[in-house]
């Protein structure tokens, strides 16, 4: 019979897998969504960006190629939270790395050519960090 009567059981059993699979999908998406907001705004001579965060709870990054003795210029204004920041090129070198920041200014120079990201990590924070070279 092509149209005759038809009945379709869920088991109870399908039903709880569902229900606890739409959940933990729910509970993981929640635990990874970024809390408050950064801008990155890359400088118009392509040398450096500012990165201006607000109650931020995540992680970032910029990428920039330097030469060999090319030296970064940063300046942190750290107003509230915990802000981290990585100098780390793609082929391993890691020529900094600072953790719970405070404002002022510093400089860091690279020991070879590469692309290097500058990684900011932020825990409730509100600030800027901006370079450049």
Known sequence: MLFG?????ISSK???FLSLFIAIIIG????????GSIVILE?????GASME????????????????????????????????LTVIG???SE???GNNLMSGIFTVTVSESDNYDIQITGKDATGLVSFSK
Do not use: A, M
């Open 5 to 9: 009567k038809q009945t379709t059981r």
């Open 28 to 35: 993981i998406s929640s635990c990874s969504t970024p809390k």
């Open 43 to 47: 400088s118009y001579d392509g040398k």
């Open 14 to 16: 399908t039903i709880t």
């Open 90 to 92: 793609q082929k391993g």
């Open 95 to 97: 020529p900094y790395t």
């Open 53 to 84: 965060f607000k109650e931020w709870s995540s992680k970032d990054k910029y990428t920039i190629y330097l030469n060999k003795g090319d030296v970064l210029k940063f300046e942190v204004i750290h107003e509230d939270g915990e802000i981290g």
